[in-house]
């Protein structure tokens, strides 16, 4: 069965710190790309950041580079999220997604909030 299980969310003011952590299970973690997306109130759901679990390349979006770092633990098939310097505008549900690198189905994890406030 496959597995994607966020934790690491919460209640953080502006300009704090929150870990996302992914703990994934029934698949091949080197065959997939792995990534954050999040979804706002009222917003649709836009990509992050993400991870090849074959060779660490990464990508993460305009909007959180410099301060948000993805990162994984393939012994753990784990992947994570440091984020930094936290804005309001950072308030979202935080999604971890698995991609195959060739074709194939993708799946998700439930979510875990992440509020920031002012």
Do not use: H
């Not at 069965?1 to 703990?23: D, F, I, M, W």
């Not at 009222?42 to 979006?61: L, M, P, Q």
């Not at 992947?79 to 698995?98: F, G, H, I, R, W």
């Amino acid at each position: 069965e496959v597995q994607l299980v966020e934790s690491g969310g919460g209640l953080v003011q502006a300009g704090g710190s929150l870990r996302l952590s992914c703990a994934t299970s029934g698949f091949a973690f080197d065959d997939y790309v792995i990534g954050w997306f999040r979804q706002a109130p009222g917003k649709e759901r836009e990509g992050v950041s993400c991870i090849s679990g074959r060779d660490g390349s990464t990508y993460t979006a305009d909007s959180v580079r410099g301060r948000f770092t993805i990162s994984s633990d393939n012994a753990k098939n784990t992947v994570y999220l440091q984020m930094n310097s936290l804005k309001p505008e950072d308030t979202a549900v935080y999604y971890c997604n698995a991609r195959p690198s060739v074709v194939g189905i993708d799946y998700w994890g439930q979510g875990t909030q992440v509020t920031v406030s002012s």
